[in-house]
């Protein structure tokens, strides 16, 4: 099963992703994908360690390459989340490429590989603000990459003020 959660900045996507793994009696794997660039991103992931604490976690960090995360068919996983992911696969040593299509099906490979599959998603391009074309390109992947997930995916879930709101699926909280 794929699930995907998507809202705003600080909504309880992260929360909601975990209580839905909470009763899976199998592995439970968090794949990382923020790299640790800076204080801000040594504050995020030390919240997010503290927040998994004692939940049974195995704790993966795959920056790129999802495809590739060391798992096993009986493994439920969380991936958080998209927007670093995508970043992580666009903004290369060798310049700025799409990462759409290897984010997508990488996705779908590790969809197909694991009992259940949770992905974290950010709310990008709300803001009809008009920013560097860099920027607009990777809103437009990470919207893509989203759209795309979205179609494969059993349920999608948007969460505001910490309500999770089913798009698609089955209602699981």
Do not use: W
Request: aromatic content about 6%.
């Amino acid at each position: 099963m794929t699930t995907l959660i998507t809202g705003g900045s600080k909504c309880g996507k992260s929360t909601f992703a975990e209580k839905l793994l909470s009763s899976h009696s199998g592995r439970k794997i968090y794949i990382a994908t923020l790299r640790p660039y800076g204080n801000n991103a040594e504050d995020i992931i030390a919240r997010h360690i503290k927040m998994r604490e004692g939940k049974g976690f195995v704790t993966i960090e795959q920056f790129t390459d999802i495809n590739k995360a060391p798992v096993k068919d009986s493994d439920a996983v969380l991936l958080e989340d998209i927007g670093n992911l995508a970043a992580n696969e666009m903004f290369t040593e060798n310049g700025i490429v799409s990462p759409v299509t290897k984010v997508v099906s990488g996705i779908k490979t590790l969809s197909e590989i694991v009992s259940e599959l949770i992905i974290v998603t950010n709310e990008v391009g709300c803001d009809g603000i008009g920013y560097a074309p860099a920027t607009m390109d990777y809103i437009a992947a990470v919207s893509s990459i989203n759209r795309s997930i979205a179609e494969f995916a059993d349920n999608v879930y948007e969460c505001v003020y910490g309500i999770p709101v089913t798009l698609k699926g089955e209602k699981r909280c």
